[in-house]
């Protein structure tokens, strides 16, 4: 383990090809997107939108249309978020922490699920259907505990309603 | 034809709305009743929600937390025809807790159709703008100065300012920027009102462009909203087709034209340089000021950068004009508030009122006290960098300067309610541990301080050497209170300040193990 050996590693072995198909995907997410100013969110949005993610392939083809260095590029991917580097599970259910929802037993709630499901804050389920993600206040805070679950807003939830949620979900 | 009104925002959705929508369209098609459904916004009474109005030559007659399993036994009372069921709630305005409010920003949300331009227009939409282009640029500024109108986003910056040195400067491009990272725990008002009466913003947003000479707009909305995105989106395509947006606006030379930008689950892009950042296409990181965004804002031009409401306050103040505005309210807190009652709270939603009302009146009159009917124990306003109040504060008028005083903030009008279960340490804990998250990183007191206040309240609560912690953790907070670069590291002592003022027992690990 030399460190010229791990350097190696990080630069050329993180980075598996992108397939094809991704590429166009891209091309044409730059071509929608990449001449708007400031273009580099709208364009990183329409990546993951097509993709689910944002492979570390891709931020060299997004770096060289946009004109930015690949550092900026990942620095932005890393800094929101939002963006993730691989596809989450099947479904993504976002349960709310903030502290309207903490005020009526929020963080309970997220101790249940996440024990229930055998995972940790952004973990996916081990069939690789529900991926759980923290987020702070979804603006339904006068009917908390509330949740996004594949962007359908779910709120006053308790153990029972959010169990069955995901077990719809887990199943679909 | 029966007329039926259903909100479609997202608090109606997460109660059921569309399964309801689902039954009354079933119902009316077995029993042969013509029904036309308008999907509205909310009316701001999330307690009530799903709330179905029916069109009676009484006026829309309401019936309140409606169920699909409701809608059969509703077509058998002749809800149609605004029939008698338990239900029902008569017209929603007569309601004392609508029928107490005055509602300037929020008049038309949860009774117009948000995507009908005509619907717009016939409640009132549009006249402040005709205002605006009738009196000129300069006369615009005035009124905004006269109104007393200050930033609804939080700081409280009078408006009028902003504008005028934006206008001053010159440059070959400005911007208005609508700050809709409306990312405040307890805090919904930007998302009710652009996915209640889109146009509105986009009315305010070409006003202020007109006033500043501004030509491209940009609303940037968090993606925790997508309801809010997709409304919007539609709207300012509609506003260009209603000629809102576009060129020779209003009967003007005038051109303005909107975009929409999605943020990326940063809470820290709320605040207005880390906005512009992000809109730049950067991390979103804090800028120092000076350069103030008005003279050097977005992609170095002059920006005027406002929230959701200050933007939407500009039509009631050009149709109504700066007098009317400044009539209401109280001190140098002029106009009305959404207020937005929030967590432990019986009758939850949105009540716009002039500043000046105490909190209690709100929590108790309103709000009808806690959910779980147990007693208020903390009330946090002005989001997860507000102060937690104990009941004995709550006679704090809504006013910026009095929360100021009382060692507190309204910020954005969230009020978060806690009853006599919170555990203060857990809340003052969190502040911290959610700073530590959504810290930018650039400056050290926030990105540091953080992560060390999450350590020393662990050590108080471990009773490890609790009195030189504590010691310990008001240096922390004065140091981050005086030296962050922004409101994200300098307000976050204030929840864990007032925690361990007000409820200084929570912080008593000795004390509750002796119990």
Known sequence: MSSTGQRADSEAGATAPLPAAHAAHIEAVIA?????????????????????CIPPAAVAPIADALNLSRAEVKGVVSFYHDFRETPPGRHVLKLCRAEACQAMGARKLAEHLLRRLGIEWGGTTANGALTVEPVFCLGLCATSPAALLDGQPFARLDAAALDALCEQ???A | MTRVFLPADAAALALGADAVLAAVEREARTRGSAVEIVRTGTRGACWLEPLLEVETPEGRIGYGGVTAGDVPG?????????????????RPEDLPWFAHQTRLTFARCGIVDPLSIEDYRAHGGGAGLAHAVSIGPEAVLTHIVESGLRGRGGAGFPAGIKWRTAARSDADRK?????????????FADRMLMEG??????EGMVIAGYAVGASQGYVYIRSEYPHAIRTMRAAIARAHAGGLLGADIAGSDFAFDIALRVGAGAYICGEETALLDSLEGKRGMVRAKPPLPAMQGLFGRPTVINNVLTLAAAPWILAHGAAAYAELGTGRSLGTLPVQLAGNVARGGLVEIPFGAGLRAL????????????????VQVGGPLGAYFPADLLDTPLDYEAFSAAGGMLGHGGVV??????DMAAQARFAFEFCAAESCGKCTPCRVGAVRGMETIDRIMGRAEAAKNRALLDDLCELMADASLCAMGGLTPNPVISALRHFPDDFQPAAQAAE
């Open chain 1, 32 to 52: 929608a997107h990449g001449s708007a100013e400031g273009a580099l969110l709208p364009v990183l949005h329409g990546v993951q939108e097509a993709l689910g």
């Open chain 1, 169 to 171: 979900a887990k199943a």
């Open chain 2, 74 to 90: 509703l077509f058998e009372a002749g809800v149609l025809g605004g029939g008698r069921h338990p239900k029902r709630i008569g």
């Open chain 2, 175 to 187: 911007y208005i920027v609508c700050n809709a990272d409306e990312g405040d725990s307890g805090t």
């Open chain 2, 197 to 202: 009466d889109p146009f509105l913003l986009v």
């Open chain 2, 363 to 378: 929590i108790e009159e309103w709000g009808g006290g806690t959910a779980s009917g147990r007693p208020v124990r903390a």
């Open chain 2, 417 to 422: 309610v806690f009853d006599d279960t919170v």
